[in-house]
């Protein structure tokens, strides 16, 4: 076989009969080394071969649609190009497509698959989940929640590469991604503000760390403009269906129009659902007489609300993209991020359940 007389011959593309062309063949292809295939495919190129030689090789491995042995390389480099990411419940939540997704594919673009173990909640599923990834010598782990709360870390979590997403770590002790929620809560005042509203009620949300965090942010940009929200329009009521419409009749059923709230933000997009559905059930036109702004941009939900729901959005897929590129600079570098916080955009998705406040 003389493969190497020419790149684009019918020769050039027949490896050495294993099925897979593997990096000599790419050599005879290029007329360079196996060790200068070598270098090219694990990053020792630089200073070694010229750029001119480096192309022939990456053209000569395209041609023959070879890859660079994971398992190989990773031994070599003591990696395996496999992270690990845990989570609690978020198999079961509306948003795990879009987080894992994002990890998934910017884990990809760097050469790294991600084994994924859910845990249903079960504090001793995730420690043996970590202990298992441990064992099977993943290069750093991600573990996510389903909604932002503080956690318990796993055990075993510190002794590899970790990174939280969308929770925080009881101990403070590793980086976490998380979404702004108190900034997400500001926008969407401003989203009411902004059309006239002055008359404003917060509705649904429990005792957790983003119900408060939204809520202090809508009081902030409140405040701003000299609006105070009164006790009774701040309506904790859960995260359901139920809780909005529970939370909208307590404020409008029997209540003048000039007595009650012109705009409502909703702790999700669940809670501005039952919100909808009560100011139908009362009369109440959305948005010419009551303008209503949610919040997580629910997936299959949002947008076929009637109206369809405008919302401040959870950046669940960036909270996958951004905890796994600081995963993988980690196990790049070796060093170990800092435990600090970063916390994410939330996006407005604009729809039609806003509009101007009514003149009463």
């Known amino acids: 076989m003389k493969a190497a007389d020419g790149m684009g011959s019918a020769e050039g593309k027949q490896s050495t009969g294993s099925g897979r062309p593997t990096s000599r063949d790419v050599a005879r292809l290029a007329g360079v080394s196996h060790t200068a295939v070598s270098f090219v495919f694990n990053g020792r190129a630089e200073g070694n071969l010229s750029p001119a030689t480096q192309e022939r090789i990456r053209q000569a491995a395209v041609q023959l649609g070879y890859r660079p042995d994971p398992v190989a390389r990773g031994l070599r480099r ?4 496999v992270i690990g990411l845990v989570t609690d419940e978020i198999a079961s939540s509306p948003f795990a497509g879009r987080l894992l997704r994002g990890a998934m594919d910017t884990a990809w673009a760097d050469g790294h698959l991600v084994l994924t173990v859910d845990s249903g909640g079960d504090p001793a599923k995730e420690d043996a989940a970590v202990a298992e990834l441990l064992d099977r010598r993943v290069d750093g782990i991600i573990y996510a929640a389903m909604s932002l709360r503080r956690v318990r870390v796993p055990e075993g979590l510190h002794r590899t590469h970790s990174v939280l997403a969308n929770c925080l770590p009881e101990d403070d002790s590793l980086p976490a991604v998380i979404p702004a929620e108190r900034a997400g809560g500001r926008t969407a005042a401003w989203l009411l503000l902004e059309q006239g509203h ?3 009620a917060f509705v649904g949300g ?3 760390i983003a119900s408060a965090e939204r809520l202090r942010g809508f009081r902030d940009a409140l405040r701003a403009e000299g609006i105070t929200v009164p006790r009774d329009w701040v309506v904790r009521t859960g995260g359901e269906i139920s809780g909005g419409h529970e939370g909208a009749v307590r404020l409008f059923d029997g209540t003048p129009a000039d007595r009650r709230p012109t705009g409502v933000f909703a702790y999700n997009d669940r809670v501005a659902a039952g919100v909808l559905h009560a100011a139908t059930r009362l009369g109440i036109s959305v948005p010419g007489d009551l303008s209503v702004v949610g919040y997580d941009d629910q997936e299959h939900m949002a ?10 959005a959870l950046p669940h897929r960036e909270m996958g993209e951004a905890a796994t590129r600081l995963l993988l600079d980690a196990i790049a570098t070796g060093r170990t991020p800092p435990a600090t916080v970063r916390r994410l955009g939330c996006p407005v998705i604009s729809r039609a359940s806003v509009g101007p406040a009514p003149i009463r």
């Open 78 to 81: 003591s990696r395996t190009a």
């Open 198 to 200: 002055r008359r404003v």
């Open 206 to 208: 429990h005792g957790d």
């Open 303 to 312: 947008a076929y609300l009637t109206p369809p729901l405008t919302t401040v």
